[in-house]
């Protein structure tokens, strides 16, 4: 399954740290040799403070205790370069270890460069000291000390630029620590100035979405609510065109997200639509599977897809998250698309036959007779399905009922003014931007 593997292009979207736990997973899978992940987290490590992790990973990669020498001289300069901040970094350090002192601070930055400045001896060096401090702390792996140096940073900077910048770190720093809430906290912080920003330019602002739609993974897929937040996010029209415009294979999870989210099947139909104007740039088994199911009818199609997509899922860093349960190792996700796409299948099969013949059915779901049987049975009793089992000739038999197309036609024509506001505001707040940029 390494064809379907994304990690390659989801890379190229995140800071280097926030890959090593793509590479941790596709060892654990053994996705790849285990000599070409350990040589792919070297080369990542060249970029990063974490020298000592490095010596690690070359001795088991080669099988020695011997460290090339470029090592060892890059460890001397991490140490060297770390007395070097600590130094220039101590006395803000100091002031912000000290709850009494930090007390004193308002949410006014001007009052409080001015009243480190006359009291502390503390101006915009020492400032900009704690800023490269908190980022080499972050480069060295030191992520709680970076969180909490970053945080403390933006509220004493008034560079918006670098309080950007600051905002990213503390991010990354967050989703590392696996900080699910306070991460989803900066991420809404960081969504709402790249919205709200005047970039120098569109292609720019286009990057940031991309950006933080890649980050946006980890909390998505691990914070409680974070499966409504991503359809939330990737929805909205400004960063669906980003989707569309340069990352398409975020289509995967926006996908997965609507098939196992049952309260936000009314987004399905704008997925569907999405997927087939990006099926020439992008696709892969889940993808697939929506559109042999939904465009072409194809149910033995969408039947051999379902398979791929199991280990599309198993195989992914985002999806197949494992979680122990006693005795047992289960993945959860894998477990919900399955049977909500068994449940599209089923749902979409019924929708153009009156009399199924459950053993053919059995086969498109991927499942024997009596389980087949069973599953329909509650899903007859749960759903309140009109239909029922003819236990004599093996078929489900639908009852159909009459369309009312009025109320069809009410239902679709609700979301049109919600639709049409939201399409003007994208149009006139650029120009009003545009105005006052001119003025």
């Not at 000290?98 to 502390?120: A, C, S, T």
């Not at 060096?125 to 401090?133: R, S």
């Not at 933080?212 to 400004?238: K, P, V, Y």
Request: with cysteine.
């Amino acid at each position: 399954m390494a064809e379907y593997d994304l990690t390659a292009l989801m890379a190229a979207q995140l800071d280097r740290h926030l890959v090593f736990p793509l590479l941790e997973f596709l060892q654990e899978q053994q996705l790849y040799p285990d000599g070409e992940i350990l040589e792919a987290k070297i080369r990542l490590l060249n970029g990063t403070n974490m020298v000592d992790y490095a010596m690690d990973i070359h001795k088991s990669l080669h099988g020695t205790e011997d460290v090339p020498a470029d090592m060892v001289a890059r460890r001397s300069e991490v140490l060297a370069r770390l007395k070097s901040l600590d130094a220039a970094a101590a006395p803000i350090v100091a002031f912000l270890q000290n709850p009494q002192l930090v007390q004193e601070l308002r949410p006014d930055k001007q009052y409080n460069i001015h009243m480190l400045q006359e009291r502390f001896q503390i101006g915009p060096d020492q400032i900009e000291a704690l800023y490269q401090y908190a980022k080499f702390q972050f480069e060295c792996g030191n992520y709680s000390g970076a969180a909490d140096y970053l945080y403390q940073y933006r509220a004493l900077c008034t560079n918006s630029e670098r309080s950007v910048s600051a905002l990213w770190g503390k991010l990354a720093a967050e989703i590392l620590m696996q900080n699910w809430d306070v991460a989803l906290e900066e991420l809404n912080r960081l969504k709402e100035i790249i919205d709200s920003k005047n970039f120098s330019s569109p292609l720019n602002q286009l990057q940031n979405r991309i950006w933080l739609m890649h980050w946006a993974l980890f909390i998505f897929f691990n914070h409680e609510n974070g499966r409504n937040g991503i359809i939330d996010l990737f929805f909205q029209d400004r960063y669906l065109n980003a989707i569309q415009t340069n990352a398409p294979h975020l289509l995967r999870y926006l996908a997965t997200a609507v098939v196992v989210n049952k309260r936000r099947r009314n987004m399905l139909k704008e997925l569907i639509k999405v997927i087939q104007q990006e099926q020439h740039s992008y696709k892969d088994p889940i993808t697939e599977f929506l559109e042999c199911l939904y465009v072409n009818y194809d149910f033995d199609g969408a039947q051999q897809k379902l398979l791929q997509c199991e280990q599309v899922i198993l195989n992914d860093p985002f999806l197949g998250k494992r979680i122990q349960e006693g005795n047992f190792i289960t993945v959860p996700l894998r477990d919900e698309f399955l049977e909500n796409a068994r449940l599209f299948i089923f749902e979409t099969y019924c929708r153009i036959h009156r009399c199924i013949d459950i053993s053919m059915l059995a086969g498109k779901l991927n499942m024997n007779y009596d389980e087949t049987e069973s599953w329909i049975m509650n899903l007859v009793k749960s759903s309140k399905l009109d239909a029922r089992i003819d236990s004599v000739s093996g078929t489900l038999i639908m009852t159909t009922t009459p369309v009312n197309v009025h109320e069809q036609i009410i239902e679709n024509l609700k979301g049109l003014n919600m639709r049409t506001d939201m399409l003007a505001k994208n149009i006139v707040e650029p120009a009003q931007a545009a105005q006052q940029a001119a003025r």
